[in-house]
């Protein structure tokens, strides 16, 4: 059953609505929450190339586009979502739509599902609710209450994937940026320590920050940030570079072209948009030589260009969030069935685990490859009954 007027609402809005179905390289490493063993286990149920056949049988052929993303070739999210209708209408299952489950009960060797359409016995459930990322898809976490009721421990739940919104200082550079993209590092410091540094595009907007690597990073600021802990971001305008390696850099630019002015020495490595909005900020002229720089100035401005503070004063929440980080405690779960190590007969899959990945895919594959574990585990457990 499923609670939304017409399923598959995330899927229809998922990369730009052509739904980044997976990745060509998928592992662990790609994923924050529970235990990356666990995470590898589940993902081995169904491997990339086995989601790939899949999909290809089902009439839904991929393509790769950059950083391994996988997207239908027909660009549209719409025939994925057909493709998985079409298939489940030949496994022989059935789709209520518009029917909310409310409540799961353990009744003897039964599962009594209380739902807005009345009561059913089972003898499995797949809790597949979602988190809470995009209510309006119908992901309120309404799961999350359903699986404490059997003592499941809940990591409190944040967004993920999530745009930043920075404060609105006179030395903020975001609103003046607002539309320009380029690559960074994002370094993510908590408490005092490097919790995270992460590695990819950065789009600037007129509340703060979006982009690849400020969605990847978003989870960690939200995660500290609900810990009670102090959180703090800053990003390099040259990804893979410190100081000492951008302040070289400068002074090698100075050496080889001496006469040119520190504005268009700084637009010739970064979008002049932001070498401009940069100079202006740390109270530089723009038509001094670069070569005329005191030191104190040049490496004033190496310490700014590989450590410049993105203050974060809020994310943009669960309405624009593309994942859940936070949920089940994965170590309750048998990441051989994705059966519940409280409940017999009780499985979780996708997003109400403590589970998310990073953008590119990797969330719909884990949803894929959770389920495809589940399904065997319910086959076995329905074999048994039936003996």
Known sequence: MDGARKPGAKILVSGGARCNVTNARVTERDFWGGKRTVIRRVLNALPVAETIAFFAEAGVTLHEEEHGKLFPDSNRARDVLDALMRALQRSGAGLTAETRATAVEQVGDCLQVDTSAGRLDARAVVLATGGKSLPKTGSDGAGYEIARRFGHTIVPPVPGLAPLVLAGTPDAI????????????????????????????????????????VLNASRHWSRAVQEGRHVRLSLSFFPGERFEQVDARLAAIAAARGTTSLGKALASILPASVAGVVVDRLRLDPASALSQLTRADRRRLAHALAGWPLPVVDSRGYNYAEVTAGGVALDEIDPATMESRKCPGLFLVGEILDVDGRIGGFNFQWAWSSARAAAGGVARRLTRAER
Do not use: I, K
């Open 174 to 213: 975001h609103s003046a940026l607002s539309g320009v993209a380029h690559d960074v590092d994002v370094e993510v410091r908590v408490d005092g320590s490097v919790a995270v540094r992460l590695t990819g595009a950065l789009l600037w907007t007129h509340f703060g920050v979006s982009g690849p690597v």
